[in-house]
């Protein structure tokens, strides 16, 4: 997520002064001195705030908080309703961020989102981003403390690549860091502890991060080697998720988590392992590995502005089939269809609203 991480893909923006026509200033003065934009109607205000907060990248958070729950073992119950609550709001909070933040440099690349356009104003998106923030973190709380342990530092993560780090060569790492921790933060909501979801939380974060290293090309282009390392990752990423789980790590948490997990709700029957959950979790590691080394693909052989930001929409978007693989691979094959549902919705509203 930006962790939201947020995006779950970052944005790198690129400050170049467009040629103007003779008779009128370049563009980064032309947009000093815009006169406001005209008044929009409800429906225009509606679609700038999902413009700003990317609404179909909202599908890909859930499934965080759900594979973190599953791979401690524990079934979704009101904590984790409640995980994933904040991490909604943790997530666009970063979105809502991620534009204020680079509202100078969208006003010369980007002109037509919706800050530099107008159609809201920098201090409601920043504000915005206050709120949501505040939100996700009293949700966390809510869910106990051990959750809100995990949500200070994811909500410290998203702000501090907001506004620190995007544009600097720690900018994947953080990221890829706030949706490990968000897949952490379902982890210790559910069952109150972390442990059993760290490798989960390590194969989401190397996703996170190849969709991150290729976003930050996708202004400009031209680049071939982070699409086919990114290719490469996703091979990998897709082999261990195929790949039968060693032990059954999450019960053992169970069993060390008694109390939690009957507050959080049942544990996974015992049916839930065997080869149904094998069949799901094949499947679904095909479908991530498919959505996102396609569009990959075709950015390696022509690294364009448009397919290399066609490749940043797929790996955000195969982010729900790799969530649905790690549950069916902690034994959770219902949750992880249930998840992988949300894939068409995303991909339905993509085609009106970008998610990059």
């Not at 409800?42 to 958070?61: D, I, M, N, S, Y």
């Not at 049942?266 to 080869?275: E, I, L, S, V």
């Not at 950015?299 to 195969?318: D, E, F, K, N, Y």
């Amino acid at each position: 997520m930006t962790a939201a991480p947020t995006t779950e893909a970052a944005r790198t923006t690129h400050t170049r002064t467009t040629a103007a026509p003779a008779g009128t200033a370049p563009a980064t003065e032309a947009c000093a001195t815009a006169p406001p934009a005209p008044a929009l109607s409800a429906a225009g205000r509606l679609r700038a705030w999902a413009e700003l907060l990317r609404v179909p990248a909202v599908f890909t958070v859930p499934g965080d908080a759900l594979a973190g729950a599953a791979a401690a073992g524990v079934r979704p119950g009101r904590r984790s309703v409640l995980a994933v609550g904040a991490s909604l709001c943790l997530y666009e909070a970063g979105m809502a961020l991620n534009d204020w933040a680079d509202r100078e440099e969208d006003a010369v690349a980007r002109p037509h989102r919706p800050l530099p356009s107008g159609r809201i104003r920098p201090g409601s998106a920043l504000a915005a981003a206050g709120v949501l923030t505040a939100a996700g973190l009293a949700l966390a709380a809510r869910a106990g403390r051990p959750a809100l342990a995990v949500a200070v530092p994811l909500a410290a993560t998203v702000w501090a690549y907001d506004l620190r780090l995007k544009h600097t060569p720690a900018g994947p790492a953080a990221m890829a860091c706030a949706r490990s921790l968000d897949l952490l933060l379902g982890a210790a909501a559910a069952a109150g502890t972390v442990r059993p979801a760290l490798a989960p939380a390590a194969v989401l974060g190397g996703h996170t991060y190849a969709v991150t290293l290729v976003s930050r090309r996708e202004a400009e282009g031209g680049s071939t080697a982070a699409p086919l390392a990114a290719l490469a990752a996703t091979g990998l990423l897709a082999a261990s998720v195929a790949r039968p789980p060693a032990a059954n790590a999450a019960s053992a948490a169970n069993t060390a988590n008694t109390a939690d997990a009957r507050d959080a709700g049942n544990t996974a029957d015992a049916a839930d392992r065997g080869p149904y959950a094998t069949a799901v979790r094949v499947a679904l590691a095909a479908g991530y590995a498919t959505t996102f080394a396609r569009p990959l693909v075709h950015a390696v052989l022509h690294p364009s502005p448009p397919l290399t930001q066609r490749a940043v929409g797929g790996g955000i978007r195969a982010m729900i089939a790799l969530q649905g693989g790690l549950m069916a691979r902690a034994g959770a094959p219902g949750a992880a269809l249930l998840t992988a549902a949300l894939a068409p919705v995303a991909a339905r509203l993509a085609r009106k609203v970008s998610t990059t």
